[in-house]
């Protein structure tokens, strides 16, 4: 009888708190801007879909408690809850990574493929398809997105904790910065 | 099913390709398990048959426009600046009918909510099982003395639906002498795009800066006391253009006798409570009201918009009709924080509407409301800002979450250590404008 109760009990509980745990909803929201399933047609903003679990939760969890510096994006975490923001961070992580290849000059190519070469490759991998465990993909990523992402790092009006990220940004020539986000983003699978 | 089974039935079928549900039987198919119509094709009406389709496929959806191409409001001001081509914010309904929306060109004139059943103009009539009604905005001509729709048409272009209008202004602004006054009359709140006449005033400037017309004055006269994003408009226009009574851009509030109640096209000239003024270009931005069809359908119940209920957008008049866009009025109204009539707005309510409704058609419990928008002003090539806006549900009402919402930075810290932000800062917000649009138009008719 006293078990009866208990899984009653546990029913009755289980059905809103598994509706209030629903990311979908939330996560639609981001499509207006990101694309659904996070693939971006724009080439200003990133894809987000198929990133690392780990860099999405950082990432969100620091423009939340004001430790990075966003645009747009840290006005609008700091509405969710840390179980959404790992939420969506999930739900992002799983959706498939969809590159989007973008044409470029060979020069631009070849020269940023050295530039990624001597800087980039350590964490994100040559062709940007094989990062560390907490670093973006690159290939097929927005080049004008990874361009202005670069500026944020080389510049000293935003607070961007990735030391290594921001030493490498800095360390690089303005013009191996283009090339390199052209190149990333000219990658494809 | 036991609640776990639910969940997981609910994830299938709110997976983002929907793919378990493409896998029905071309002959249950044939059979939908219920009809929705959708009446209007703008944003919200684009994206609430496409989400329908995208969460349930055994859903047939069909959507009611008369234009066989949509113009996107959102950065229209651009094209009025000759900064972009109207091209680049236009689409058609082609994506969604290979969704499987059926599309049908024509204009709703009946809605009989017993009956469930709406007539079109040329004598057909569709039923349906839920209606969604997004037909914006309509304009009150009468509340403006010497103004017709023709005369908007043709000589004071209110270029507050993107298209003709838009073009029209276009061309009078690059036809104004050097010293030429553009007038923008704002009506009364609320209206479509709260930041829009304040961007247009500085896109104006912009065209008139680079274009030989150092002397031009924009002169916004304004039926309301304060206006969206007005800290960063303000400092845009005094830092680019010159704001004030001595700058390119001059503001009067209603307050101080900016609420324009005549004109006359063929003296060129505006009056207000206190003053005439005499214009070159003269845009004429009459009052709004939710657009035709939902008056016709007894959907105006609140002032000169539609109610509705926060959790799933349910018009509080008639039930199985759901009012989404521009006309319906929703928010956190006891903070005087209204639902702005916004393109991603009406695409955030639209993703309720379509949640809501595959969730009880499927006899599954109702998903969790959230609203959210994302509005970008662009006030020259490089320089933008934004303001983002986050609801929730609570006990039935709508609840303004101010920790997710708010404008973009003024300044960097404040009070006496406040410094300018950057303008690398203003220049990566330009372009994620453009992105914006590029994504939302892909979101609601791709």
């Known amino acids: 009888m006293r078990h009866t109760i208990l899984s009653l009990a546990l029913a009755l509980l289980s059905a809103p708190t598994l509706a209030a745990l629903d990311i979908e909803p939330l996560a639609r ?18 894809s987000i879909g198929g990133l690392p679990k780990a860099y999405l939760k950082r990432v969100m969890k620091q423009w939340k408690y004001g430790e990075r510096t966003s645009i747009t994006m840290d006005r609008i975490v700091k509405g969710f809850s840390d179980d959404q923001i790992d939420a969506l961070a999930e739900y992002f992580a799983r959706q498939p990574w969809v590159p989007t290849p973008q044409p470029a000059a060979e020069a631009v190519l070849a020269k940023g493929k050295a530039a990624a070469g001597d800087t980039c490759r350590d964490c994100h991998g040559l062709t940007g398809n094989d990062p560390d465990v907490d670093a973006p993909l690159l290939n097929g990523q ?23 990220m921001k030493k490498a940004a800095r360390d690089m020539k303005p013009d191996d910065v283009s090339a390199a986000a052209r190149y990333y983003g000219a990658q494809g699978k | 099913m036991d609640p776990i089974d639910r969940r997981s039935f609910l994830k299938s079928l709110t997976a983002a390709t929907g793919a378990a549900f493409l896998c029905i039987p071309a002959a249950r198919a044939a059979q ?59 689409t058609g309904y082609e994506r969604l009918a290979r969704r499987g929306v059926r599309i049908v060109h024509g204009e709703v004139v009946g809605v ?51 298209g003709a209008q838009t073009l029209l202004l276009r061309k009078q602004l690059a036809a104004m002498p050097d010293g030429g006054r553009f007038i923008i009359a704002v009506p009364k709140g609320p209206f479509r795009c709260p930041p829009g006449p304040y961007e247009r005033a500085a896109q104006v400037a912009m065209y008139c800066k680079h274009h ?35 700058g390119m851009i001059e503001w009067v509030a209603g307050a101080s006798g900016g609420a324009v109640e005549e004109v006359d096209a063929d003296a060129m000239t505006c009056r207000t409570t206190f003053d005439e003024f005499k214009a070159d ?166």
């Open chain 2, 212 to 246: 030989g017309k150092k002397k031009a004055k924009v002169l916004i006269l304004d039926a309301n006391d304060s206006f969206s994003k007005r800290p960063l408009f303000e400092q845009a226009w005094k830092e680019l253009y010159g704001y004030g009574p001595n």
């Open chain 2, 32 to 90: 939908p398990k219920a009809r929705v119509v959708v009446v209007g094709g703008g944003f919200g009406g684009a994206s609430v048959a496409k989400y329908l389709r995208l969460l349930d496929a055994g859903i047939e959806v069909t959507l009611v426009e008369r234009a066989t191409r949509y113009t996107s409001c959102p950065l229209s001001n651009e094209v009025i600046s000759h900064s972009r081509d109207i091209q680049s914010l236009q």
């Open chain 2, 281 to 446: 270009v003269l845009n004429v931005i009459p009052p709004h009201h939710a657009g035709k069809i939902a008056k016709t359908a007894g959907l105006v119940n609140s002032g000169v918009w539609c109610a509705v209920r926060p959790d799933n957008m349910e018009s509080t008049a008639h039930k199985d009709i759901y009012v989404i866009g521009d006309a319906c009025a929703g928010g956190d109204l006891a903070s005087n924080n209204p639902f702005p009539k916004s393109a991603h707005m009406a695409n955030s309510q639209a993703k309720v509407v379509a949640a809501s409704l595959v969730a009880k058609l499927n006899g599954l419990p109702p998903p969790v409301p959230v609203y959210t928008n994302t509005c970008y002003s662009v006030v020259a090539h490089d320089w933008g800002f934004s303001v983002v806006h986050l609801y929730r549900v609570e006990g039935n009402t709508w609840v303004y979450v101010k920790e997710g919402s708010g404008i973009s930075p003024v300044t960097i810290g404040s009070g006496k250590d406040a410094k300018p932000v950057s303008r690398l800062h203003r220049k990566i917000e330009a372009q994620y404008a453009a992105g914006w649009l590029d994504n939302l138009m892909t979101d609601a008719f791709g």
């Open chain 2, 112 to 162: 009989d909510p017993a009956g469930k059943k709406v007539s079109l103009a040329d004598g057909k009539s569709l039923d349906y099982d839920a209606l969604v009604v997004s037909p914006g905005v309509d304009f009150n001509y009468g509340a403006v003395a010497g103004l017709t729709p023709e005369i908007s048409e043709t000589r004071l272009p209110h270029a507050w639906k993107a």
């Open chain 1, 142 to 164: 927005w080049a004008q997105y990874l361009e202005l992402e670069l500026m944020k790092y080389r510049s000293n009006e935003f607070k961007m904790p990735h030391r290594k």
């Open chain 1, 29 to 46: 929201t981001c499509n207006g801007c990101h694309g659904v399933g996070g693939v971006s047609v724009a080439a200003p903003i990133p």
